[in-house]
């Protein structure tokens, strides 16, 4: 196994989109923090429509801890519903609110 498969092996990456009344209550900052604090890179981004979107890339356990917060969101969000999409990591590094 090469280096680069252990380490695809070791890295997920997940794309998500928040809908619901998620923009305006801090979601973004948030999540920022969170996936700082479990060292997950990535970003988050208000979209045109209403919606958030964000990429989160880390072990699989802190990915899935993010994507848990995102379904509920800080107080004042009202999530709808959540689209995950499986991504091939990209080796990101830090996470940034765009």
Same mark, same amino acid.
């Given at each position: 196994?090469?280096?680069?498969? #252990?380490?695809?092996?070791?890295?997920?990456?997940?794309?998500? $989109?928040?809908?619901?009344? &998620?923009?305006?209550?801090?979601?973004?900052?948030?999540?920022? #923090?969170?996936?700082?604090?479990?060292? $997950?890179?990535?970003?988050?981004?208000?979209?045109?429509?209403?919606? $958030?979107?964000?990429?989160?890339?880390?072990?699989?356990?802190? &990915?899935?801890?993010?994507?848990?917060?995102?379904?509920?969101?800080?107080?004042?969000?009202?999530?709808? #519903?959540?689209?995950? @999409?499986?991504?091939?990591?990209?080796?990101?590094?830090? @996470?940034? &609110? #765009?």
């Amino acid at each position: 196994m090469q280096a680069r498969d #252990r380490w695809s092996a070791a890295v997920i990456r997940r794309r998500v $989109v928040v809908r619901g009344r &998620v923009q305006g209550v801090f979601f973004r900052d948030a999540t920022r #923090r969170l996936a700082q604090q479990h060292g $997950v890179a990535g970003w988050i981004a208000n979209r045109w429509d209403g919606a $958030v979107e964000a990429v989160f890339e880390g072990g699989e356990e802190a &990915v899935d801890r993010l994507i848990r917060f995102v379904h509920e969101g800080p107080r004042g969000a009202e999530v709808e #519903r959540v689209e995950i @999409f499986d991504e091939e990591p990209q080796a990101l590094a830090g @996470f940034s &609110v #765009r």
